[in-house]
């Protein structure tokens, strides 16, 4: 006789448009085709908008859709994100024991019993870095080891209800690549069983000799993206005689560093444009026609944007060392810093059509196999963890 369906509590603390989202969006469908699953994010999001984003069919087939308020006037203040997620943590935690699995899709979140965890990037990497628009100072203050840092921990960990920091042996943890499982391990001393994301459905593109000679620059416009980096590289081969364009894609996320992206806009029109974000049938579109995708962000623990313009047909040029490795074998694709990687563009240029297309295929095969067992992988490992927890639950009892 099979188990019935277990109710299933996947979170996310606030949905946008990120690999993080079609993750989380794609665990939902894949689990409600055998159990119960309710989805609780706080923001503005819609069942349909995320189905749009992440190709997905949520509101068809009925994930419940959970929205998390957040208390009274912080509703509208920017909060530093960890002490952000606190509140959020504290209102799960609040609602845990309707549910028999506890899922989060975007980091480890301390349910305060056993859960699963999606981990999408490197732990330390996670506590010590990112910024806050319009808190620039502050974020700062309380990313830096310190006094000031000590204090904001305790308030997030007071918050959240709880000074759980980390995950433990009970806790099952997934990373999204190598590299972050290696990070995993390093920071947690906790193994993590590692499964791709899933990659949004692509057009398969164009011949390489049809295509255009332009490069994408693909995702959200923030510093740590370092797109006016990708713009100088650009500029750079052109002034080498290269005659290649640049279209930057992906919604204006950092306000006044998109108002350096777009002013540069401004003075390299003929060439440069910015289309923020687009619809997917018209990213799908670009990414069939063109030739390359660039990315600059360093230690990108798995760049779902890389995948998918590879799968378009796209050559992808990165900086070494990220989870995209797990995909991209070609040492003539991976740069240390600026300077090498207009050398390495700049000599991948001038390579013939015929040694470029052959490239663009052995990258495209290997990104195809990247997240097709997406869905197999994480329903054993659900399914295992509910039989396990079931178990010991009837220890108990006895």
Known sequence: MSSPPARILVVHPRLGYGGSEVVVAWIAQSLAKHHYVTLATTGAATLNQLDCFAGTQLERIGVELLTLE??????TVKLPAALRGSFFTRQVRAIAANYDVLISGYEFLPFGSAGIHYIHGDSSEIRASG???GHRLL?????????IRNVYLTLCALTAGMRQTAPSDIDVLIANSCFTAENVLRAWKLAAEVVHPPVPPTQCGLDWATRENTVVMLGRIERSKRTMEGIEIVRALRAAGHDLKLRIVGPLADKEYSRQVVNACHVYGSWLTVDGALRASEKSALLGRSRYLLHCKRAEPFGIVLAEAARSGCLCLA???????DFIHDDGLLFEDFDHAILKFGKLLREGDAVLS???KRLQENANLVGKEFESRLVDIVNVFITTSRLAKKSDVR
């Open 358 to 360: 052959e490239r663009q």
């Open 131 to 133: 910024s806050v628009d």
């Open 139 to 147: 974020s700062r203050l309380i990313h830096r080891a310190g006094v």
């Open 319 to 325: 900086p070494r060392g990220g989870g995209y490795e």
């Open 70 to 75: 957040m208390p009274g006037l912080l509703k």
